[in-house]
């Protein structure tokens, strides 16, 4: 059973925000919503490092311990995705989550924030595959056509990867063992307990 | 909802129809996880494949969506990247990656993946309009072209042709490119221009004048095999971000040095593996401080320039005058970091030096990028793999545009304005000579370069006796180019407001729609974008590739082709032009433009790209190996992919393009090359003691691979072949056509006119290029800077080094007079450094590119650089009181007293101190005042700002009239 995962290179990553906009066109996600952002520390100084940053899809995943409403699941492929009908717009998963990534369309407090987005690794919600509502509620479901997150896909220098946890961490390994460093699988002690050994 | 409901319903639910995949049936997916993992891990072991090839295998054949797929090229910089668009009911629902590209395999940046909502189009120009008394009407497509021919032919009864300029776009297709020149031609002017003049002019210039072609000499692709990377500026990181995939797994694979050199320590310049900062405007003296280091350690490649280039020596001379110290002295950078960044360049060879228009864009553009040249020819670094000047352009096609002769100085494919230039089109157009010739005001004129796009402004205001033309310039004819592009926005504003006509067509209002207080004649006409018509674009590897026709324009846009096809009927030439295109209803046959390309291109080897080979290549994309970009298999195996110029011959010969330029180690017919015998068999050279000497400027004793004459050789003419005695080997129905083209002397007919081919074929097959086998020149005799000198921008900070490195003399160039020397004196004199102490310098941004209009309508782009912003060293804003975020107002150097522009302090270690930099994409805002209210309404761009170009100032460069966007003064105040 493969676990899905993202690692971001960050040797590789330019901030050119493809995965960014390419999460607004698949997801058609609106002015204000970021399911994906690229964070840049140290900018415009030596040793400046760009990550692009989403859900991580966590083991024991954070957000769905403190959700109040229980309204997350993980799915086979280790996927966290969550239900909209369910959600209440608390905002707890925003205070819980390490990352920062449950996005709302609304500020306020508490049930004012209105229902809760974040990344779905492409893979839709607990509709049916393909439906309407779906779409709607959570966007494409890229999984179930076969076809990994296109944030990952389309990156400019092959930086984000998507993909079967083991996989990727192999892609990484090697990639670093050719070039002589790496600075580590960013986030992967937080999201996956685990860390790749170089 | 969160989510907004779109088109692509349909497709998702019809893919659920299609393959009955529902709720439940989570084994499919599993099924595909789990092969997925094997495949994936298969492919890892082979080597550093990343994901792109994992997902490849999996991607194929799982379309099964009810969308059709259709492939274009990324219209947003010269990577040219595939887009591929998926396509239902007629509406672009979605975008995937074009995995088999060669080039980006999937990848794109912020840009191309936003690309889809181009045609959406919330912001773009719905219909023609015009101002009537201040105000937008809409009008009719007829109206619009009636009004607009009657009001032309008016200026030119009244002003002459000349008084009309025709400015183009980098974002036509090479048939919109070349129909523009043409176009331009028949209605009888050289004032015909386009991005190219502000982006690579000087590159063009400078290239073509030390080796023989204007281009890239290898690819990004290419850029995999170097061991030392310089970036003497240019920022690709942000304009070029899909090339840092081959830069950056590059640099992992060979373990190569990255050395950025550049005014910030750009984002690129963050994967640096040495950061050098230099003062901007000073190329020339860090280069020159490397080769001082490389001449005195005896690391130059002496072999290679003894045998390929002309006059190092003159170099050499030079050279000795830029001591460490006095590098230091002009550039701010240490000496023992330039030998440090001189011997990695000279010894970890394949080395390439890699710019943008960090490097063109000053008065002395053409120097530095000739500076550039001497470092490559130097260390013995063109002509081979993951050598050369790779220079990055700006747009998708501004390659093609450039080659089809958008271009002031020359007809298509740089065949210059003489009248054997104009006696081969009208050949090839079959067109009567003496009949173009009267379509010009003089026939001087017609030889004769027209105004730089970058002086259009100075073309309208300044004294008509200082305009050598018939009249001032009246009427703009904007297709495709921004108006905040162009410095000195000012003089812009005004030179608007005294114009009889402007006509913009483009799918966005533009800059020039809002800025200058005009009333009446102007119109507003709705093109399509790229992603809505079809035709070719090169990119700036030199590979054409072609681009399918993704929706049908939308709203009442209009194709440029069949724009241009209306006016040339209604301006009465229309049979003329195109009298062997083909025009369905009023559209021109995109095919048939390129086959006339193809049937006069022979001098860049634009000859042999037919449509039906570059459309070949599209569909079998997968055939070309990324490394190397050969076909290893199908029915192009052989070719290079977009067959890159030249590709030599008619397309029957089936040459494979020439992936690398000046390649000695393939033979001419497998794409090899030598540096092009361009500048004369031989030169004389004055001596010291008043004597001449007669010095070759052919290759000495090398040649390439398979050349049947085993030394340097001249340009293949009939009469060089009969004297090799190889015309025998011409057909007689090629012999037919040279004497037709020369009646009295055909052994005059060179390679370059000779429309049967004959004389390429016959060469190539005996091993030798066309265009000879030369030197390179060191010393490019006949530019006003031979032998390239430091010279000061305009507007210095360093006023003390102004008298010993002066910018060149006030002269005439391009019709106007060139006064850079006086307005340097005049700012030292005035002290001008002292009220603006800052230098200001301008770049791009990843999210937007240009003028910016068409990506600030992008809501996916907007959203993501909504202020406009100027950085500044953190000391600079400590002296100021300005904080970071903050609102300031920043003045120019020749901005009207009092006028300021406001925009947001970012500071940032990333500019030096004394140093300030800001995005050049912005407008809409002008000096304080926000113009939202005079666009068309709904048409304006989500975010405005101001122009950096409202502070540029004056500098032009002499041998292309480059502005100076890179290298000026400001002073900043908290607002």
Known sequence: MARMKFLCDADRCIECNACVTACKNEHEVPWGMNRRRVVTINDGKPGERSISMACMHCTDAPCAAVCPVNCFYTTADAVVLHSKDLCIGCGYCFYACPFGAPQYPKVGNFGSRGKMDKCTFCAGGPETDFSKEEYEKYGANRLAEGKLPLCAEMCSTKSLLAGDGDVIAQIYKERVAKRGYGSGAWGWQTAYRESIAT | ?975
């Open chain 2, 1 to 975: 909802m969160l989510i907004k409901r779109t088109e692509r319903q349909a497709r998702r639910s019809s893919l659920a129809a299609t393959v009955g995949i529902q709720s439940g049936i989570g084994l499919d997916r599993r099924t595909f996880l789990r092969r997925s993992g094997l495949v994936a891990g298969g492919l890892a072991t082979i080597g550093a494949l990343p994901l792109a090839s994992v997902q490849k295998a999996e991607a194929a054949g799982t379309n099964v969506s009810g969308a059709t797929i259709r492939k274009n090229i990324c219209t947003h910089c010269s990577v040219g990247c595939t887009v591929l668009a998926e396509v239902s009911n007629g509406v672009w629902v979605g975008q995937e990656p074009g995995w088999e590209s060669p080039i980006n395999r999937g990848s794109h940046c912020a840009k191309g993946a936003a690309t889809r909502e181009l045609v959406h189009g919330d912001r773009r120009l719905r219909y023609p309009m015009k101002l009537v008394n201040g105000q937008w009407t809409r009008i009719s497509w007829e109206t619009a072209i009636n009004e607009i021919g009657d009001k032309l032919m008016e200026i030119r009864k009244k002003s002459g042709a000349e008084s009309v300029y025709w400015l183009g776009s980098a974002k036509f297709t090479n048939e919109g490119a070349y129909l523009n020149r043409k176009f331009a031609a028949y209605w009888g002017t050289n004032n015909s221009d386009h991005q190219a003049r502000i982006c690579h002019s000087t590159t063009v210039a400078g290239v073509a004048n030390t080796w023989g072609y204007g281009a890239m000499t290898n690819s990004y692709t290419d850029i995999r095999n170097s061991k030392t990377l310089l970036f003497l500026g240019g920022n690709p990181a942000e304009a070029h971000p899909v090339s840092l995939q081959h830069l950056l797994e590059g640099k992992e694979l060979n373990r190569a040095n990255f050395i950025v050199c550049d005014p910030r320590m750009t984002r690129t310049g963050a994967h640096a593996t040495e950061y050098v900062r230099i003062r901007p405007g000073t190329d020339i003296p860090i280069i020159y401080g490397m080769l001082w280091h490389i001449f005195k350690n005896g690391w130059e490649d002496k072999q290679f320039i003894e045998q390929r280039v002309y006059g190092m020596d003159d170099i050499r001379k030079e050279v000795e005058k830029y001591t460490p110290e006095e590098v230091e002295r002009i550039t701010g950078v240490p000496g023992a970091q330039l030998k440090h960044v001189a011997e990695k360049f000279a010894k970890d060879r394949p080395s390439c030096l890699i710019w943008a228009m960090g490097q063109t864009q000053h008065t002395v553009g053409t120097a530095n990028v000739r500076a550039s040249c001497i470092l490559l020819l130097a260390t013995g670094n063109v002509g081979g793999p993951g050598m050369g000047a790779n220079i990055f352009r700006g747009h998708t096609n501004v390659q093609g545009a450039t080659d089809l002769g958008l271009d002031i100085v020359t007809l298509p494919l740089y065949y210059g304005l003489a009248e054997p230039a104009w006696r081969h089109w009208s050949r090839v157009w079959e067109e009567d000579f003496e009949w173009l010739k009267t379509r010009f005001d003089d026939p001087k004129l017609m030889n004769t370069p027209g105004i730089p796009s970058t002086r259009w402004h100075d073309a309208t205001l300044l004294a008509k006796d200082q305009v050598a033309q018939t009249d001032n310039i009246k009427c703009m004819f904007v297709m495709g180019h921004g108006g905040n592009t162009v410095t000195r926005m000012p003089e812009a504003a005004k030179a608007l407001a005294s114009l009889d006509l402007l006509v913009v067509a483009d799918p966005v209002p533009t800059t020039w729609a809002v800025l200058g207080d005009r009333k009446d004649g102007t119109y507003l006409l709705p093109v399509a974008t790229s992603y809505e018509t079809e035709g070719s674009r090169v990119a700036s590897n030199r590979a054409m590739q072609w681009g399918e026709q993704i929706v049908k324009p939308i709203f009442e846009s209009k194709d440029d082709l069949e724009i241009m096809y209306l006016l040339a009927k209604k301006l009465g030439f229309a049979d003329r032009m195109f009298r062997n295109i083909k025009v369905n209803g009023n559209l021109p046959v995109a095919e048939d433009i390129l086959r006339e390309i193809n049937r006069g291109g022979w001098s860049t080897g634009y000859c042999g790209q037919s449509p039906e080979r570059i459309k070949s290549h599209m569909a079998h994309q997968s055939d070309f190996d990324m490394r190397t970009q050969k076909a290893t298999t199908g029915p192009n195996k052989g070719d290079y992919y977009g067959l890159p110029w030249p590709c030599w011959g008619s397309p029957a010969f089936r040459h494979p393009g020439t992936p690398l330029l000046y390649n000695t180690n393939l033979s001419i017919k497998e794409g090899g090359g030598t540096f092009r015998a361009r500048f004369g068999v031989e030169r004389e050279e004055k001596l010291p003691d008043g004597t001449t000497r007669k010095v070759s400027l052919l290759g000495n004793g090398y040649y390439s691979k398979d050349s049947e004459i085993k030394d340097g050789y001249p340009e293949f003419t009939l009469g060089v072949l009969k004297k090799l005695g190889w015309d025998k080997d011409l057909t007689e129905a090629e012999l037919a056509v040279i004497n037709k083209i020369n009646p009295t002397t055909p052994d005059a007919v060179s390679w370059s006119i000779d429309l049967s081919g004959g004389i390429q074929r016959v060469a190539i097959e005996h091993g030798c290029i066309p265009y000879g086998n030369g030197k390179a020149r060191a010393n490019a005799f006949g530019l006003p800077d031979a032998i390239p000198v430091h010279r000061e921008p305009i507007y210095t900070p360093r006023v003390e080094l102004v008298e010993k490195y002066p910018t060149l003399p006030d002269a005439k160039q391009f019709r106007l007079p060139n006064i850079g020397f006086t307005v340097q004196k005049t700012a030292v004199e005035k002290g001008i450094a002292k009220q603006f102490p800052l230098i200001l310098s301008s770049g791009r941004l990843v999210e937007y590119e240009g003028g910016g209009e068409e990506t600030r309508s992008n809501k996916w782009l907007a959203e993501l650089q909504q202020d406009m912003f100027i950085e500044i060293n953190p000391a600079d804003a400590a002296d100021r009181g300005i904080k970071d975020g903050a609102w300031v107002l920043v003045s120019g150097a020749e901005m009207p007293s009092g006028k300021v522009c406001r925009m947001k302090a970012l500071v940032t270690e990333r500019v030096g101190k004394g140093v300030t930099w800001t995005p050049f994409h912005f407008a809409g805002w002008f000096m304080t005042e926000d113009q939202r209210g005079k666009y068309p309404k709904g048409a304006d761009p989500i975010v405005l700002g101001e122009s950096v170009n409202t502070l540029t100032t004056y500098g032009y460069d002499p041998v292309t009239g480059m502005q100076e966007p890179k290298a000026t003064l400001c002073q900043i105040r908290a607002a």
